[in-house]
């Protein structure tokens, strides 16, 4: 993942366990496995007979929890959290799980996404005297529920008024010292799935956290669906969602892991599609294609396939460069492109080349990947990028820049190829993107694509 690539929030792990099982690894290897959605901090909550324990600070799950924590954090239920920030700078106050006290009790929160009314929420319960500590929306989240939880007899009531005043996209775990809530937004614009393990119930982002700990998938959790668990077993309660459901797409091109089902789809399997759909759209006469490691790996397979060229593995990744080795200065990124990417020469030179990737969005690491393919003796360089156009900000827990500096926003697609010394350049059409996941369960949020919101947004840089 490079730094002008479009990047998620943060992913979310959960277990209630009515088992033997150890809940603290279990979660911690759940977290694992989603660490591709999170590398800038991490946490663990667990619920040991009513009290929560918890540890979370900046880094890598491996770095922050070892044998010494996680016999520490013992308990029969946790949630865990992995995190990008979008909304909040990155300091460790702003890890997760939220962990607060209020008049009911305590509880802990985690939560992928990004709130888009958290100011205006904010401010309102600032004047009523509420204290912050963080810059994150997950805070708003949990105060807003706090302050709600008055009027209820149930955490769960609190939290179907919540959802009706929360606008955005959101996957919410939240765990009480008898309870564990799992909450999706009225769109399912992000995912949230449901596996069982025994007796035992779990909760991921993605269902690839579920495969390698013997944890049966049973279903994604529904747009606007909360799932309750406690000592008297489990129950669905759906609150009222809009007609037509917006699942972010970009899951399904960049964020998500390969080998994870959303919504009924594989995402490998659609990415797969995307590059023979983008061969029949984009065709190109070359000798060799190659995939940008690693979300453009399966397009590049499916577009080789679709024409008849050999595909090649044309870089080798550092595989221990984390994202946080890329610091946001111009200089740092491209020499975060060469400490990541090295293209293997006898794959490229002499020959034409067609590099798949999954998306544009600056132009500043593509140029550098061109460049490198070049300096490498490639004869010619011809990029096809597997999602369209990002023109439009997502307000949705995406982090694109500001609509000044989307290329594509400002740019034809003969500038851009110029820029990125491409010797031609083509993108998926939105229509073709679309037929990837024609076979899935919901529809699809596009408007970093389209510019057509889900909701209503705070629009002011697009106009």
């Given at each position: 993942m490079f730094d002008d690539k479009l990047k998620e929030e943060c992913g979310v792990f959960g277990v209630y366990n009515n088992n033997e099982f150890d809940t603290s690894r279990l979660t911690y290897y759940g977290l694992f496995a989603l660490q591709h959605r999170g590398q800038e901090s991490a946490g663990i909550a667990v619920n040991n007979k009513g009290t929560i324990l918890y540890r979370k600070e900046m880094g890598m799950v491996s770095e922050i929890f070892d044998d010494v924590v996680l016999d520490y954090l013992k308990g029969h239920s946790a949630i865990g959290h992995v995190r990008y920030?979008?909304?909040?700078?990155?300091?460790?106050?702003?890890?997760?799980?939220?962990?607060?006290?209020?008049?009911?009790?305590?509880?802990?929160?985690?939560?992928?996404?990004?709130?888009?009314?958290?100011?205006?929420?904010?401010?309102?319960?600032?004047?009523?005297?509420?204290?912050?500590?963080t810059t994150s929306d997950t805070e708003v989240i949990a105060a807003l529920l706090s302050?709600?939880?008055?009027?209820?007899?149930?955490?769960?009531?609190?939290?179907?008024?919540?959802?009706?005043?929360?606008?955005?996209?959101?996957?919410?775990?939240?765990?009480?010292?008898?309870?564990?809530?799992?909450?999706?937004?009225?769109?399912?614009?992000?995912?949230?799935?449901i596996g069982k393990k025994e007796d035992s119930y779990v909760f991921s982002s993605e269902s690839c956290a579920f495969d390698s700990l013997g944890i049966k998938f049973i279903r994604d959790v529904e747009p606007g669906e909360m799932i309750v668990v406690n000592n008297e077993g489990i129950k669905s309660i759906q609150t009222e969602v809009p007609k037509k459901s917006a699942s972010c797409i970009f899951e399904y091109i960049y964020f998500a892991r390969p080998d994870s089902i959303m919504d009924g789809i594989e995402v490998y399997s659609a990415r797969y599609q995307a590059g023979i759909v983008l061969a029949k759209e984009h065709p190109v006469e070359a000798d060799v294609v190659v995939g940008v490691p690693?979300?453009?790996?399966?397009?590049?397979?499916?577009?080789?396939?679709?024409?008849?060229?050999?595909?090649?593995?044309?870089?080798?990744?550092?595989?221990?460069?984390?994202?946080?080795?890329?610091?946001?200065?111009?200089?740092?990124?491209?020499?975060?492109?060469?400490?990541?990417?090295?293209?293997?020469?006898?794959?490229?030179?002499?020959?034409?080349?067609?590099?798949?990737?999954?998306?544009?969005?600056?132009?500043?690491?593509?140029?550098?990947?061109?460049?490198?393919?070049?300096?490498?003796?490639?004869?010619?360089?011809?990029?096809?990028?597997?999602?369209?156009?990002?023109?439009?900000?997502?307000?949705?827990?995406?982090?694109?820049?500001?609509?000044?500096?989307?290329?594509?926003?400002?740019?034809?697609?003969?500038?851009?190829?110029?820029?990125?010394?491409?010797?031609?350049?083509?993108?998926?059409?939105?229509?073709?993107?679309?037929?990837?996941?024609?076979?899935?369960?919901?529809?699809?949020?596009?408007?970093?694509?389209?510019?057509?919101?889900p909701m209503d947004v705070d629009d002011e840089e697009e106009k």
């Open positions: 920030s979008t909304t909040g700078e990155s300091y460790a106050e702003n890890a997760q799980p939220l962990v607060i006290k209020y008049t009911k009790g305590h509880m802990a929160i985690a939560h992928n996404g990004n709130i888009t009314n958290a100011g205006k929420i904010k401010k309102e319960l600032e004047e009523q005297g509420t204290i912050f500590q302050r709600i939880r008055i009027k209820y007899s149930t955490i769960e009531d609190a939290l179907r008024e919540v959802m009706t005043i929360i606008k955005g996209a959101y996957s919410l775990l939240i765990m009480t010292p008898n309870k564990l809530i799992a909450a999706r937004d009225p769109l399912g614009m992000r995912p949230l799935v690693d979300s453009g790996l399966a397009a590049a397979h499916g577009f080789a396939h679709a024409l008849g060229i050999k595909y090649v593995g044309g870089f080798m990744k550092n595989r221990y460069v984390g994202r946080t080795f890329i610091q946001p200065s111009q200089e740092m990124r491209e020499l975060g492109v060469h400490m990541k990417l090295n293209p293997i020469r006898s794959q490229i030179e002499g020959k034409r080349v067609v590099m798949i990737d999954d998306s544009l969005v600056r132009g500043t690491t593509s140029k550098k990947i061109v460049n490198l393919l070049k300096a490498a003796g490639a004869k010619e360089v011809h990029v096809r990028i597997s999602s369209p156009p990002v023109k439009h900000s997502c307000y949705f827990g995406i982090d694109t820049p500001e609509r000044k500096n989307l290329i594509a926003g400002n740019m034809s697609i003969d500038g851009i190829k110029d820029l990125i010394g491409a010797d031609s350049l083509g993108y998926i059409s939105n229509e073709g993107l679309l037929s990837t996941c024609k076979d899935g369960k919901r529809d699809y949020c596009m408007a970093c694509f389209n510019g057509k919101y």
